[in-house]
């Protein structure tokens, strides 16, 4: 059964941070009964526990086996995420989001994606004192036009973009805190997988304001999606999407 389009967000904030993979999974399954038309435009707001999201290119790379096992040397789980790019991670002090949006046309509007999502994560950074900004910084890990950073000095949120037929996926991860980790993690990694970048560009929301915490975050990005958009409304998954999920699971492990 198509579920009815009523403009309405449905928000789940379900996590599992022991099983990232199934992680992974569920965001994928949502995306495929978004696009489906069998659940409403779908946004995850969650927290994880130490993973390392890989993109399809890293897996195919000669350095994979390599990379995760770098990854695993320094306490992150290795995963193969569903959007694209490179090597990006998430830990205890991170913030995962992502949307699932149905469109019969999703490749005309993958700029326009972008472009409001980056815009609303740094318009919501902006309202906490960060001076947020739209744009990749040079020699930033997991690079993209859509990035958002700090001053242009380091970079704070990375987003990735994946579309199927009826519908499109975007992933997010927001550093709040613990930017130490990320280039810690992330040296030996990148060297394994022969990607160059500057750890100096790898920053945190708490870089730029001191002590903040995720709650203060989250919920001024809900705050900014507020502004022209009916409130999301809170949502439990589903069995079936837990069922499709466990289905897909395996094929986010390295």
């Not at 990854?71 to 789980?77: C, I, L, N, T």
């Not at 690079?143 to 519908?167: D, E, F, H, T, Y």
């Not at 030996?188 to 997988?193: N, S």
């Not at 500057?198 to 975050?217: H, K, M, N, W």
């Given at each position: 059964?198509?579920?009815?389009?009523?403009?309405?967000?449905?928000?789940?904030?379900?996590?599992?941070?022991?099983?990232?993979?199934?992680?992974?999974?569920?965001?994928?399954?949502?995306?495929?009964?978004?696009?489906?038309?069998?659940?409403?435009?779908?946004?995850?707001?969650?927290?994880?526990?130490?993973?390392?999201?890989?993109?399809?290119?890293?897996?195919?790379?000669?350095?994979?086996?390599?990379?995760?096992?770098a990854?695993?040397?320094?306490?992150?789980?290795p995963?193969?995420?569903?959007?694209?790019?490179?090597?990006?991670?998430?830990?205890?002090?991170?913030?995962?989001?992502s949307?699932?949006?149905?469109?019969?046309?999703?490749?005309?509007?993958?700029?326009?994606?972008?472009?409001?999502?980056?815009?609303?994560?740094?318009?919501?950074?902006r309202?906490?004192?960060?001076d947020?900004?739209?744009g990749?910084?040079?020699?930033?890990?997991?690079?993209?036009?859509?990035?958002?950073?700090?001053?242009?000095?380091?970079?704070?949120?990375?987003?990735?973009?994946?579309?199927?037929?009826?519908?499109?996926?975007?992933?997010?991860?927001?550093v709040?805190?613990?930017?130490?980790?990320?280039?810690?993690?992330?040296v030996?990694?990148?060297?394994?997988?022969g990607?160059?970048?500057?750890?100096?560009?790898?920053?945190?929301?708490?870089?730029?304001?001191?002590?903040?915490?995720?709650?203060?975050?989250e919920?001024?990005?809900?705050?900014?999606?507020?502004?022209?958009?009916?409130?999301p409304?809170?949502?439990?998954?589903?069995?079936?999407?837990?069922?499709?999920?466990?289905?897909?699971?395996?094929?986010?492990?390295?």
């Open positions: 059964m198509r579920a009815a389009d009523t403009g309405q967000l449905a928000l789940v904030r379900e996590s599992f941070p022991d099983r990232p993979a199934f992680g992974a999974a569920v965001s994928r399954a949502i995306l495929l009964r978004v696009a489906a038309g069998e659940l409403p435009s779908t946004m995850r707001l969650h927290r994880t526990g130490r993973v390392l999201a890989f993109g399809r290119r890293d897996a195919a790379a000669d350095g994979f086996g390599a990379a995760v096992r990854a695993r040397e320094v306490g992150f789980q995963i193969v995420r569903l959007a694209g790019g490179q090597a990006a991670l998430y830990h205890e002090g991170t913030i995962a989001l949307a699932a949006i149905p469109d019969p046309r999703p490749a005309a509007r993958t700029h326009a994606r972008f472009e409001r999502l980056a815009g609303t994560c740094a318009a919501a950074l309202s906490l004192g960060v947020a900004r739209v990749e910084v040079p020699g930033e890990y997991c690079p993209g036009a859509w990035s958002v950073n700090a001053a242009g000095r380091s970079k704070l949120v990375g987003i990735g973009q994946r579309i199927i037929s009826g519908g499109a996926h975007l992933g997010v991860v927001i709040v805190r613990d930017s130490a980790l990320v280039r810690e993690a992330l030996p990694v990148y060297e394994a997988l990607l160059a970048w500057d750890p100096a560009t790898a920053g945190s929301v708490e870089d730029e304001l001191g002590r903040i915490d995720l709650d203060s975050v919920e001024a990005i809900l705050a900014e999606l507020e502004r022209d958009a009916p409130a409304v809170e949502a439990r998954l589903d069995p079936d999407t837990l069922e499709l999920a466990a289905g897909l699971e395996a094929e986010h492990l390295p």
